[in-house]
Every structure is written in C-alpha cells, then in structure tokens.
C-alpha cells in the first residue's frame, strides 16, 4: 500500500498530460510500456538488495554498506532529488486540482497565490522559461500540512494512507468505466505525431515523453525506506516494489489510453489534465469526485515521498553525513521531526517557485542516476560477496568477463536509465543554445551544493571520519 500510495498520484493525475501535450500525443502509452522496463528492472533490482540488506535508508544504505562513503553521499543526494524536490511536483498537481475543484464551488482562488514564479512557455519547438510575481501557495500549504502529519507518526498515517489507496484507486476506476462511453477515436489518431524538431513528437518525443514520465514512478522504491517497520523484510520489501510497480503501470496505461480519447491530447497541458477531461463529460458528480480523489490522493503521495525522503535524511545523519537535526527524535512521537520541518520547509519554497516541468525534469534525472546506482551496487555485491544469503535474486541469469559477475537484469536497468537520463541531458544543453540556461543553471547549483556539502561537513563529520580518528589518538 507504501508503494501503490507514493506512486499512484503525479504520474496520472498531472505528468500524463504534460507529457502528451508537449511530447508524445497518443503515442504516450509506448512512453509507459519504455519508462515501466527501466522499473522493472530497477525493481528486480532493489529486490535482490532489500532481501540481502533489510535495512532503512534505501539506495543510500545499499551503496554505503557496498561501495562506501562516497558513493553512499552521491546517492543520498540524487534521492533527495528523487523524493524531496519530487513533492514539489505532486504538490504542483494537488494545487491545480484544489484550484478547480474550489472555482466549482464559486471560490475563485486569485492567480498570484497559485502559480508558480517561473512558468514553461513553449515557442515551437523551443522552451523558454518566464518568471512573474507569483507564487504558488496552495501547493506550499500541502506540503506544510503534510509534514506536520509526518510528525504525528508513522503508523497512524499508514492507516490513513491505505485507506487513501483504494479511494483514489476507486475513482481513477470510476472515471475509466465511464470515459469508455464517450472515448473519440479520432483523438488517436495519429498514434505518433508529425515530428517537429528536437524531441517535439515523433520517435524523439516518445523517449523524452519517457524521460518525464519516469517522475511517475518514483514511489515504488519507498517501500525499500520502510525495511525497518516490516514484519519480514527479506520477503515483504521485495515482494512490495515488485508488486506495487505491476499494479500502477496498469494503472497508469488504461487512465492515460482513456484520457486521450476523451478530449484532444493537445489541450492537457496543464496541472490538472483529469479534471479537464472530466469536465469536457459533462458529468458534474463525476468531476467532483476525480477532484476531491485527486486532491487526497496526491495527498497520500506527498506522504510516502516526504516520509521517505525523511527516513533518508535520518540514516545520513546517524552516519554523520547530514547535520544531527535530522535524527533528532521527537521524545514523545518518536520521529525525526526537526528533519522533517527543515524538508518541509525547504520543498515549500521549491513548489511554491518551481513549475512542474522544470521540477519533472530534475527528478527524473536524479531517479534515473539513482536508478542506475542501485542496478550497479547489485553488480558490486555480488562480486564481493558472492556467497551472502538472498531470499531474493535477480532473475535471468548473467554471464562472467575475467570473473566478474555480470547480471542481465542489472545491466538492462543500467541501459535503461542511461536512455531515460539521455533525452533530459540533451534538452538541457538544447535549451542553453537557445539562450535558456534556468534548467542546467539549476542542476548544476544542485550538484555544487551537494559537493560543498559532502566536502565540507559530511567528510569531516562522518562515521568513518570519527573512526579513523579513534584509531589516530588510540595509536599515538
């Protein structure tokens, strides 16, 4: 239900409209079956690492406990991207959604406190981005709203959040069965559109349609932060992400093949592309319950990244690489509440400046590189410690150069994220060339920051540092 919860939300509910509009069109459903393969074998993946390592913290405990420190930083920081920034796009959705929903109940919500103060503007097709004075403080609230849950605890909010799960499952249910009546297939056609330069449609815009909708499927590693709080880890966790990725890329082809028969895919360019296909049915009862579904379910999204991204920050922390605000415990509800705020805070400020096409961006590039880490530490482990118990291992088979141990599942997900990553990388530098540098601008602080940090707090301050200086005073 972690799983199913975190991931179910922006993908659906926001990103597959993007997507289509500006990159894919029908064609949108191919971008699912490319951006689910990379999963798959990312999931296979985690699989094999939760069942031989049980322990919270994710990818980044995966990579300290097998390659070490650096490494361990290096993703640590990525997921920051992956799940932190992440919310700033689910709460980008839930803000659109909120917004319409409140204008149908004849409470018009001014556009200076629910827009972003940088905004994508498409020029052909170029991409620019404009800034103005707004900022989108519906969005900021659910994050605010959402933390303070967060410190409430953890397993009064897993009640509410399974129960979250089948509500919004139930009604992106209602919304197929009756959007199958009014479907136009002509909106279908044609499958793949007239390519227009760059990755405008076409093949090139199926894999960067790929590239954004790879934000989708950040929830399903969530359930690898929660190894801590499972009654049987080595079967459960990777039972969870396996199970939980089948069940939303499902999810997510059937809704998305109905949304772009119901209304043109060139008019769902928008934060809330449900909504505007439920109001083209004219089925006002429907269209109230997909807005208050989707205004709690990415809800429950934002729950799952946050407490994710949380649990993250706390097991940097216990290793000395964060500051010790971040595993300081509530003494009463027993979680990382000044951690917390500070996350809270912080991804405020992202979704209330940020639009969702730059942040789409920036996380998929960061899960794509995270992605790829994991696929790769399954390669390191099993070469370093071949004979360590697994409840859980890849399947397909490998083969071996020079006595190295080479998977193909971990290789596929490795050549799979490189093509998610790809489109991203080359859009920025397209967008440079054409004097819009905000994209890589922001990347680029992005990694400096997690360098300078690294650099000057975590090397000094970690758990290595403090045992290599134990070892140091005990020899003199």
Known sequence: MLGVGSTIGAGIYVMTGTAAANYAGPSILLSFIIAGLACLFTALSYGELA?????SGSAY????????????????????????????????????YA???LQDCGVPVPHAVSTTTFQVMFQGAARHVHTGWQIDAVGAFSILVVTILLIFGVKESLRINTAIVFLKVGVLVIFVVLGVWVIHPAYWTPFIPHYEGGFRYGLPGIFRAASIIFFAYVGFEAVSTASSEAKNPRRDIPLGIVVSLVICTVVYMIVAAVLIGVVPWQTLDVADPLAVAVNAMHQPWLAVCVKIGAIIGLCSVLFGLLYAQSRIFFAMAEDGLMMPIFSKLHPQYKTPWVGTIVLGITVALATATLPIDIIGDLVSLGTATAFGIVCFTVIWVRNASPNSPRAFSVPGGAFYIKGVWLGYVPLLGI????????????DM?????AGDPVPAVLLITYGVCGWACYRFYGKQHSRLAREHAAQQGGTE
Not at 64 to 88: D, F, H, N, P, Q
Not at 429 to 433: F, G
């Open 415 to 426: 050549f799979f994220c490189f093509i998610m990553a790809a489109p991203l990388f080359i």
């Open 429 to 433: 530098a397209l967008a440079c060339l």
């Open 51 to 55: 069942s031989a390592m049980p322990v």
């Open 99 to 101: 917004v319409s929903f």
């Open 61 to 96: 405990t995966y990579a300290y406990v097998s390659m070490g420190e650096g490494w361990a930083w290096a993703v640590g920081w990525l997921l920051l991207l992956e799940y932190g920034i992440s919310c700033a796009g689910v709460a980008a959705g839930f803000s659109g």
